[in-house]
């Protein structure tokens, strides 16, 4: 099992934060994010939920499904060894913090030990909620291979936006409104 965690990370560093500059490295990951991004789009059409994979809270708790967290919501799949991961929380904080009325926040730590993610977490301050997937089921089957991940769930609990690659506050707030249907005269 643990051979399959080690697979797994690597992928994902590949993936999300291996590709070095590599020019063709960086082609090839932008065609898979418009194929997953084509891919998402249908997927969202046709009321995509959550699978049922257990999570553990990041602290002391109950574990619970993914399936079960309700919406609207803001998941955020991360991990302490990528950096876009680790750039985007503080914006997540602040925008949790602006909305936390409206929408839950709920971090994913995919792949680690409780230690180092909740004290990463203790050192950036975030105050959402926060698990983890201490093995890896949770990229398994949202069918993703880079993070961060951020899906955004509407009040009925399906996938309004899944969005791989970093967000900051704005991108997040308009993954919400979009969610919560709210629309903006400009």
């Not at 950036?124 to 990229?139: L, S």
């Not at 961060?148 to 970093?166: E, F, H, K, W, Y």
């Amino acid at each position: 099992m643990r051979r399959r965690v080690l697979a797994l990370v690597a992928v994902v560093t590949l993936a999300a934060c291996g590709s070095g500059g590599d020019d063709t490295a960086a082609a090839d990951d932008t065609a898979a994010a418009d194929e997953t991004a084509a891919a998402d789009d249908t997927a969202e059409q046709s009321g995509e939920r959550l699978p049922d994979v257990e999570i553990v809270p990041l602290a002391d708790g109950t574990a619970i499904s993914l399936a079960d967290i309700e919406g609207p919501a803001v998941i955020n799949l991360w991990a302490t060894w990528c950096a876009p991961c680790r750039a985007e929380i503080p914006d997540f904080e602040q925008v949790h913090l602006e909305r936390q009325d409206e929408v839950r926040f709920v971090g994913i730590n995919i792949g680690e030990d409780a230690a180092p993610a909740a004290s990463f977490i203790e050192e950036v301050g975030a105050t959402y909620d926060q698990f983890r997937d201490p093995e890896g089921f949770v990229v398994t089957e949202l069918r993703t291979t880079a993070m961060p991940v951020t899906i955004v769930l509407d009040a009925d609990g399906n996938v309004s936006t899944r969005n791989l690659g970093p967000m900051d506050d704005e991108d997040l707030n308009e993954a919400i409104d979009a969610a919560l249907g709210v629309t903006t005269s400009g």
